[in-house]
């Protein structure tokens, strides 16, 4: 392991990183380019501390775990992820894992979607990066650990941000269920995913009744309504984007203009991104 170097690009890729990349507000008197420490470490599910240490070289061996966390949290591409694994001693992560690194094409056009809320997820339902307006409607995900990250797990077992309620009795619970089945067969060899499933059959009766339905699909565009704590219950129109290159999707959320949903889209592009800035 290569701590001196390793802490480099860490260093490196952090300050590259501007906090409206990840859907973090910028706030007043920044004094540092790129992201704060506490925002890498909020990012990546790790201690503040652990993320200074590492940064100044003088941390433990981060287990692939974390490295794939650091790696989503400073959007590194996949070649520097893979410098990033070889500089802590691990082999990068290989073909038969579900990929959770957005490309950066994609992240630039969620970063142009500054009037519609956005989330790209993996092919098991993480949401691996969103932008601000997203974070109005939904909720702040980097509160929450990368491996809590899931829409799975916050319909079937309530582990979300807090904001959303997804009901494991509606019909699209079926569909997620099936979305996921669809991307085991995809990705058998891939633990997180195998992790997931075994979360979800234990802890959720309705989840695993669904499951031994054997029933395989994919996410497809619809209509969700969504109880904003602020604003009372929104119905938007979800489209699927996909991106078959990396597996990923991109949901957009919309509501048709007239339309009581779509004032109140508004009004949260104002009130909501002002209440994340401060």
């Known amino acids: 392991m290569d701590r001196a170097e390793l802490a480099a690009v860490l260093r490196t890729a952090r300050s590259r990183v501007k906090p409206a990349d990840v859907g973090l507000p910028a706030g007043p008197r920044r004094q540092v380019p790129g992201l704060r420490r506490e925002e890498v470490a909020q990012l990546a599910g790790l201690g503040v501390d652990y993320v200074i240490r590492l940064e100044q070289g003088r941390g433990p061996k981060p287990s692939t775990q974390v490295l794939s966390a650091l790696a989503r949290a400073l959007r590194l591409s996949d070649d520097d992820?893979?410098?990033?694994?070889?500089?802590?001693d691990s082999a990068p992560p290989q073909a038969g894992r579900v990929p959770v690194l957005v490309r950066q094409s994609v992240l630039r056009l969620l970063d142009r979607m500054s009037d519609l809320p956005a989330l790209v997820l993996s092919a098991k339902s993480d949401v691996l990066a969103w932008n601000p307006l997203a974070t109005a409607l939904l909720g702040d995900f980097s509160e929450l650990p990368p491996e809590r990250r899931n829409l799975i797990r916050q319909r079937f077992l309530g582990t979300g941000v807090g904001r959303v309620t997804l009901s494991p009795d509606s019909d699209s619970a079926a569909d997620c269920v099936a979305c996921l089945r669809t991307a085991q067969a995809r990705y058998p060899r891939d633990p997180d995913l195998a992790r997931l499933v075994a979360d979800l059959r234990a802890g959720s009766a309705r989840f695993d009744g669904l499951w031994r339905a054997g029933r395989s699909g994919r996410l497809r565009a619809g209509r969700t309504t969504i109880e904003h704590p602020d604003l009372?219950?929104?119905?938007?129109?979800?489209?699927v984007l996909l991106v078959p290159e990396s597996d990923q999707t991109l949901l957009v959320y919309s509501a048709a203009p007239g339309?009581?949903?779509?004032?109140?889209?508004g009004l949260l592009r104002v009130t909501g991104l002002e209440q994340f800035s401060h």
């Open 259 to 265: 339309t009581p949903s779509a004032s109140a889209l």
């Open 232 to 239: 009372g219950p929104l119905t938007l129109d979800c489209d």
């Open 81 to 88: 992820r893979d410098t990033l694994f070889r500089l802590a």
